[in-house]
């Protein structure tokens, strides 16, 4: 039997401990430079913004890890909900030969990552790993610190933002802003993919909220 605590609403929480902790975050295809200046594509979900600097947290032992410390370039794309299958495609494959002992069971190397996912690589303004043409959202940018996380054999990454390349389709006309009413990004839920649903309200700091949702 779960231990509860309970609450001072009177609902009883059940104390658990989940293997993962994805509480529903963008998805994130990662673009890095491979050594022999090839691109490798991977897919993660743990990215957060603050002003223009983004932390991501990768697999220690995977390709973009190990890319991203030799050369700290990299362009963050975010796709939308529904390219979901095309990023699915991406997710048993790693840029990593011979293959990691602990992918062995469930991945298989793949050089050519865009192939095989069906996305098109979109030359960089700033840095040399290529844009996912087909993704609505892209962030050029430069890793400024690196560490491993203790005991978890992940990477955590700091990188400074140095363009946003955005789909006009989802930008507020004649402004820098991204539409909220017109992006819906792909997001990650403890392993499942789901796109945002009906607006329920803003923030009093937002700055498009006399906007009409479209559709």
Not at 176 to 189: Q, S
Request: charged share 20%; aromatic share 8%.
């Amino acid at each position: 039997m779960k231990p509860r605590t309970s609450g001072a609403n009177g609902i009883d929480h059940l104390t658990i401990n989940p293997k993962i902790l994805y509480f529903g975050t963008p998805v994130v295809l990662l673009s890095t430079e491979n050594d022999d200046g090839s691109a490798n594509l991977a897919p993660m979900s743990s990215a957060w913004a603050l002003g223009h600097v983004v932390v991501l947290g990768l697999g220690g032992g995977g390709q973009s890890a190990r890319n991203l410390a030799a050369r700290p370039d990299m362009v963050i794309n975010f796709p939308a909900a529904a390219q979901w299958e095309a990023v699915e495609r991406l997710a048993p494959l790693t840029g990593r030969h011979p293959v990691p002992a602990h992918k062995r069971e469930r991945f298989r190397y793949e050089p050519a990552k865009f192939e095989a996912a069906g996305f098109r690589p979109l030359a960089s303004v700033h840095v040399r790993p290529p844009r996912v043409a087909d993704c609505p959202l892209q962030l050029e940018a430069r890793a400024t610190h690196l560490r491993t996380a203790t005991n978890d054999g992940f990477v955590i990454v700091e990188a400074q933002v140095l363009a946003v390349h955005a789909d006009p389709r989802i930008v507020v006309p004649g402004t820098d802003h991204i539409d909220p009413a017109a992006w819906n990004p792909l997001i990650y839920n403890f392993r499942h993919y789901f796109g945002l649903g009906d607006e329920l309200g803003h923030s009093f700091r937002s700055e498009t909220s006399g906007r009409t949702p479209l559709g």
